[in-house]
């Protein structure tokens, strides 16, 4: 058996250990994940002898991925505590799905995916129906029917099915980042929304026609002007409808805002930024990937705007503010890059190269306020709450500093890519507004 099916035999076997949820207390099942955490840091490589690692992670000492297995459902069981299946399917979306998806993927000749060649519509279609069928089966038959309190047999198998095509979603996106980070928070945070949304769905818009027309003509004309290929141009969409539910004419503006704003910034002075090699590839065209790393959180929060209409003012601004981050970050990096005098790294402040990740200038970080601010005003001059100005700028520009200090860090280190830092900072830009809601309330 190569190093490789050896591997995948580990990682899909892992599901055992999961044969306790339910059956022992949440801190008893965290604490043998951070067992295996330890285990997996010092002393893996021994027992192995390096045989479970490529050939990459042996040179640099440690594998991402024997490490982000325990220490993610770690930190699914610590967030998720008090519902237990939520882990259960988070993981076996990671083992069964992630498991299987590159093995079916090698084993049966199919196209390859649109949005990533490296990917097959064999392994992606093999991670949903292997991981579906396999979470499901492993779920209802070995685990204790009261993990599945709060909601039907059927209901968890809608459930489970929708977080098992996030997961697959997640790990067929591009150099993202590791599968064994993104697939099982992927899938445990759709499962947890998909759990707490009402039992009956709200009712669409009343102008929802107009709405979908809208983000229809919105994408295409993306596309046929080349600002965005095809596929993103699908996954736009997506993100456009989803923020147009919860949030209106307002947030679709919003949106609006950002694409045409970072399109403008991106194509401005391209010539001078290709001189530094800080050009956006493909002429600044954005694919599926760039569409939800910037968008995905805005329209996650979109829908819950719609799907919790008592709290929808608060999701509102979240997916404003993440938008704002969004606006920011492109601001701050394609402005920046133009018109920054010094350079210098956000973690150690000494000089630096212009345009490298995690390199700040005043220039760029005035430009990425105003990124920031001009979301935030177009926010509050549709919902007429100007209160909401601070909060959005701030959380903005917070994230936007937040980019910058990854980008120096994990992403220097090869832990994350452009655009699970895009993801990451929108997501905290949404996140710290939802604790400053938390404190004021």
Same mark, same amino acid.
């Given at each position: ?5 050896k ?12 044969l ?8 008893q099942?965290?604490?043998? %994940? ?10 893996l490589?021994?027992?192995?002898s390096?045989?479970?690692e490529?050939?990459?992670? /042996? *040179?640099q ?5 024997l ?6 459902? &770690? ?5 998720w505590? *008090? ?18 998806a590159?093995?079916?993927?090698q /084993?049966i ?13 064999a ?8 991981a579906?069928?396999l ?9 204790p029917e009261?993990?599945? *309190?709060g ?29 064994n ?6 899938a445990?945070w759709?499962a ?10 709200p009712?669409l ?5 107009l ?18 290929d ?8 997506l %993100?456009?409808?989803?923020?147009y ?5 307002? %947030?679709?503006?919003l !949106? ?14 391209i010539e ?5 090699g800080?050009?956006? *590839? ?6 599926? #990937? ?13 829908? %819950? ?21 969004a ?8 402005f ?5 005098? /010094? ?13 490298q ?11 990425? &306020?105003?990124?920031?601010?001009m #979301?935030?005003?177009?926010f509050?001059?549709? !919902? ?9 700028? #701030? ?10 200090l990854l ?7 090869? !832990?994350?890519n452009?655009?699970s ?10 996140? !710290?507004?939802r ?7």
């Amino acid at each position: 058996m190569s190093n490789e099916l050896k591997r995948k035999a580990v990682h899909v076997s892992m599901i055992a250990w999961a044969l306790l949820i339910g059956r022992i207390a949440p801190w008893q099942v965290n604490a043998i %994940c951070l067992l295996a955490l330890l285990f997996n840091i010092f002393l893996l490589r021994r027992v192995t002898s390096g045989t479970l690692e490529r050939a990459l992670e /042996r *040179e640099q000492g440690y594998s991402i991925g024997l490490l982000a297995y325990p220490a993610v459902l &770690l930190l699914i069981g610590l967030v998720w505590h *008090e519902q237990q299946i939520i882990m259960a399917i988070a993981w076996g979306a990671m083992a069964f799905g992630d498991g299987f998806a590159s093995v079916i993927g090698q /084993r049966i000749s199919s196209p390859k995916l649109s949005w990533n060649p490296a990917k097959t519509w064999a392994g992606f279609l093999g991670f949903i129906s292997v991981a579906f069928s396999l979470t499901w089966l492993f779920i209802v038959g070995l685990l204790p029917e009261a993990i599945r *309190e709060g909601a039907s047999l059927q209901a968890w198998t809608g459930i489970i099915f929708i977080a098992v095509i996030a997961g697959a979603i997640a790990e067929s996106q591009e150099g993202f980042v590791d599968d064994n980070i993104a697939v099982p928070l992927a899938a445990a945070w759709v499962a947890s929304i998909a759990f707490s949304a009402p039992k009956t769905f709200p009712p669409l818009p009343a102008d929802w026609l107009l709405g979908m027309a809208a983000v229809t003509v919105f994408a295409v004309g993306s596309v046929a002007l080349k600002k965005i290929d095809r596929w993103g141009g699908f996954a736009g969409w997506l %993100c456009s409808f989803g923020i147009y539910l919860g949030g209106g004419w307002t %947030c679709l503006g919003l !949106l609006f805002v950002f694409f045409a704003g970072g399109s403008f910034a991106s194509s401005w002075g391209i010539e001078r930024k290709r001189a530094f090699g800080a050009a956006q *590839e493909n002429n600044g065209m954005r694919s599926v #990937v760039h569409a939800l790393s910037n968008g995905g959180v805005a329209a996650a929060c979109g829908v %819950c705007a719609w799907l919790f209409p008592t709290e929808a003012l608060m999701w509102k601004v979240m997916l404003a503010a993440s938008l704002a981050a969004a606006t920011s970050d492109t601001f701050s990096s394609e402005f920046g890059t133009l018109y920054g005098k /010094r350079f210098r790294n956000i973690l150690t402040f000494k000089p630096d190269v212009r345009g490298q990740d995690g390199v700040i200038s005043l220039e760029g970080i005035a430009w990425g &306020l105003a990124g920031s601010a001009m #979301v935030a005003i177009v926010f509050a001059l549709g !919902l007429g709450l100007s209160w909401a100005v601070g909060i959005i700028l #701030v959380a903005g520009v917070l994230a936007n500093l937040m980019d910058s200090l990854l980008g120096a860090s994990l992403q220097r280190l090869g !832990l994350m890519n452009n655009h699970s830092v895009n993801f990451t900072t929108t997501l905290i830009a949404a996140l !710290l507004v939802r604790i400053a809601w938390e404190m004021i309330a």
